[in-house]
């Protein structure tokens, strides 16, 4: 087999994906809550968190760069800092903002399922599988 190690092993680029996923989501629900609240405020432009954009990046390897840890235990890059929330030249539509925040927590949920699945499928592998 490979030489990587049992964590990397374990916790593959599927896991990374699926928790930046819900970093964004996360952040999505930040962006859309601003803008409900914003509504009623005067030249308040709707703010939106390109997901598309985003996920389609983080899928072409040539253009993910990666930070370099000095050591193993420092934490990954701020999802927050590296993300350009794109301002709509419209005026917040409170139905569409609903809706879209509606969206969005439906794919969180769809998220964080994929990773209970892909945790229930660990465990069985390491408790039932080996019987």
Same mark, same amino acid.
């Given at each position: 087999?490979?030489?990587?190690?049992?964590?990397? @092993?374990?916790?593959?680029?599927?896991?990374?994906?699926?928790?930046?996923?819900?970093?964004?989501?996360?952040?999505?629900?930040?962006?859309?809550?601003?803008?409900?609240?914003?509504?009623?405020?005067? =030249?308040?432009?709707?703010?939106?968190?390109?997901?598309? @954009?985003?996920?389609?990046?983080?899928?072409?390897?040539?253009?993910?760069?990666?930070? $370099?840890?000095?050591?193993?235990?420092?934490?990954?890059?701020?999802? =927050?800092? /590296?993300?350009?929330?794109?301002?709509?030249? =419209?005026?917040?539509?409170?139905?569409?903002?609903?809706? $879209?925040?509606a969206e969005?927590?439906?794919?969180? %949920?769809?998220?964080? %399922?994929?990773?209970?699945?892909?945790? /229930?499928?660990?465990?069985?592998?390491?408790?039932?599988?080996?019987?």
């Amino acid at each position: 087999m490979n030489n990587l190690p049992v964590s990397r @092993k374990l916790f593959d680029r599927t896991f990374s994906f699926i928790e930046r996923s819900l970093d964004l989501r996360s952040l999505g629900h930040k962006v859309l809550s601003g803008n409900i609240v914003n509504a009623e405020t005067p =030249e308040y432009h709707a703010r939106e968190v390109p997901f598309q @954009k985003i996920l389609e990046k983080n899928m072409d390897p040539s253009m993910n760069v990666q930070l $370099k840890r000095t050591h193993p235990r420092h934490l990954p890059e701020d999802p =927050e800092s /590296e993300v350009e929330v794109e301002t709509s030249e =419209e005026a917040v539509d409170i139905d569409k903002e609903m809706v $879209k925040l509606a969206e969005n927590n439906l794919m969180f %949920q769809v998220g964080v %399922q994929s990773l209970i699945k892909r945790f /229930e499928a660990l465990r069985f592998t390491i408790t039932d599988a080996g019987r």
